[in-house]
């Protein structure tokens, strides 16, 4: 099936969320913040703990719209498609052209933040505090990003369920298992034996799981990455794999017989006797042999780049 | 405004799509194939960040940057009628997938960065002071740091005015394994709406 390669025809929704945010400058730490500030306020800021400056602000917004938005402006311009390296590097550019220093914060607001000891993470040119300003704040605009996308009416029946699944490695991981028990949710064990944290879309343990009334590192939000430096994204769960796991797929309510969940301004509906028989001659093809599964296909993938990989590592590769 | 790598599943996609496309409303099919496919792509990123060697990380005795988790998290898709594209941010180089990719310097820079010791891995030259240029020849130079014990030079950085990536068909799932999950969703979305959540019948 050769794929055509392209351009997308509009941003990605991480890129537009981060376009709309507005600067909110704030002496405040992490904790206050999230204490005094709404979650809808801080849905659509850009802060950070304990900065006061707007340039640094709107920097922080530049350089995070950049990372996640690959785009570029006319003349192109690089506004986006940065690596985090270089935004860390832009950002410590601004932070020297402002003054800023660890001891006594920014000139224009001198006593208003605390002094922090250089390199620790309340040290705005730390390394440190640099990665967890961008990864957090680029994590939750892609979060937010595919919680909006997975959520509308007709995504809700074909997938309807999150799975928390950890992407990038973490040095001390927290035990995600626990939470998602403390946070309300059920445990699932797929047929395989293997733990699953799934649940629906609209299940109360996605809330729960970013509270941070519960969790004292959580980001007051329903969707990854859910706390500080989690490493934690979702997978989208279709309504077969969610059955087989003994969730709930499609609520069995209210929809009339005969009203389609197709989109009102579908112009036609398709014929369900002519989509059975497409469905049936696909179907035999796989009884007969002649089709070989998606997941037959991937773990044969699999085997062959591990083998890539450990030769590879030999240096035979 | 120019956008990122994406590719679109449109065409050849096998006879099984191709009839249902003649049928069926294609939006919402578009949109269940996305999903699919995007996350099959976003599986496969994840396996090859636990499992990829990390050669230049390892060369240099550095910390893997996880770029392949990064990338995963980046993965989108968007839909509508006519096709479902799934969309990966340029910057993570998985176009690399469809062929050779040239790197050049954005920006007005003249040089491109390349890590040459474990402390640069993943690190840009603006986070690092007082470096020493050197250029050896018209398209290769090198920054210099100093040890900070014995103050002996040491090349931070590579300086190069291009790269070449060759291609890499594995940074992205293979077309038979996308057309496989595409038509596994396909399937997944006859079902229901031939069901009664789906409400046709």
């Known amino acids: 099936m050769p794929l055509v390669l392209t351009r997308p025809t509009s941003p990605s929704r991480a890129f537009a969320l981060a376009r709309e945010r507005e600067l909110l400058p704030s002496a405040l730490g992490s904790r206050e913040q999230r204490e005094q500030l ?33 785009a570029r402006d006319e003349g192109d311009e690089r506004v986006s498609g940065m690596s985090l390296a270089e935004g860390r590097a832009t950002l410590l550019n601004v932070l020297q052209a402002l003054g800023y220093t660890p001891e006594g914060g920014f000139p224009d607001s001198l006593g208003v933040v605390p002094p922090a000891v250089a390199g620790s993470l309340q040290d705005l040119s730390s390394r440190r505090r640099l990665d967890l300003i961008l990864n957090t704040q680029i994590a939750l605009l892609q979060g937010r990003g595919q919680r909006d996308q997975g959520r509308d009416a007709s995504t809700l029946i074909f997938y309807p369920a999150w799975e928390l699944v950890r992407l990038e490695q973490s040095r001390v991981p927290r035990d995600w298992i626990d939470r998602f028990e403390q946070a309300g949710g059920t445990v699932l064990t797929d047929p395989d034996g293997f733990v699953r944290l799934a649940a629906h879309k609209n299940d109360p343990v996605w809330d729960a799981l970013g509270d941070s009334a519960l969790f004292d590192d959580a980001l007051d939000v329903d969707h990854p990455p859910f706390a500080f430096n989690s490493g934690m994204g979702w997978r989208e769960i279709s309504a077969r794999e969610y059955a087989a796991l003994g969730g709930v797929t499609v609520p069995t309510s209210s929809r009339p017989a005969g009203e389609s969940i197709l989109p009102e301004n579908t112009a036609t509906l398709p014929d369900a006797d002519a989509l059975r028989r497409v469905l049936d001659r696909f179907q035999a093809r796989r009884q007969s042999g002649r089709r070989v599964s998606a997941a037959t ?19 035979q590769g | 405004m120019n956008l990122g790598t994406a590719f679109t599943i449109t065409e050849n996609v096998g006879s099984f799509l191709a009839e249902l496309r003649e049928l069926a409303d294609s939006e919402t099919l578009n949109k269940a194939l996305g999903i699919a496919v995007a996350q099959d792509v976003r599986d496969h990123l994840d396996f090859l960040n636990q499992n990829s060697p990390h050669k230049t990380a390892r060369r240099l005795g550095a910390t893997p940057t996880q770029h392949y ?48 010791h474990r402390s640069s ?15 050896f020849r018209e398209d290769l130079a090198a920054l210099f740091a100093r040890d900070a014990a014995t103050a002996e030079p040491f090349p931070l950085f590579w300086l190069k005015r291009e790269v070449l990536i060759p291609q890499d068909r594995d940074v992205l799932p293979r077309d038979e394994d996308l057309a496989a999950v595409a038509e596994e969703a396909a399937e997944d979305w006859v079902e229901i709406i031939l069901s009664n959540a789906g409400g046709l019948i």
């Open chain 1, 38 to 70: 709404a979650g809808e306020l801080r849905s659509k800021s850009v802060f950070s703990a304990r900065v006061t400056s707007e340039t640094f602000l709107f920097a922080i917004k530049r350089v995070v719209e950049s990372i996640v938005g690959d």
């Open chain 1, 297 to 315: 296909l991937r773990e044969q993938n699999r085997a062959r780049l591990l083998e890539r990989f450990d030769l590879e590592e030999r240096g």
């Open chain 2, 69 to 116: 988790a990064k990338a995963a998290r980046a993965v989108s898709h968007e839909s509508d009628a006519t096709s479902a594209t799934i969309v990966i941010p340029a910057n993570f180089g998985l176009s690399r997938a469809f062929g050779p990719l040239k790197i050049t310097p954005q920006n007005g820079k003249k040089w491109l960065t390349i890590p040459a």
């Open chain 2, 121 to 135: 891995y993943g690190r840009s030259a603006g986070e690092f002071a007082d470096l020493s240029f050197v250029q």
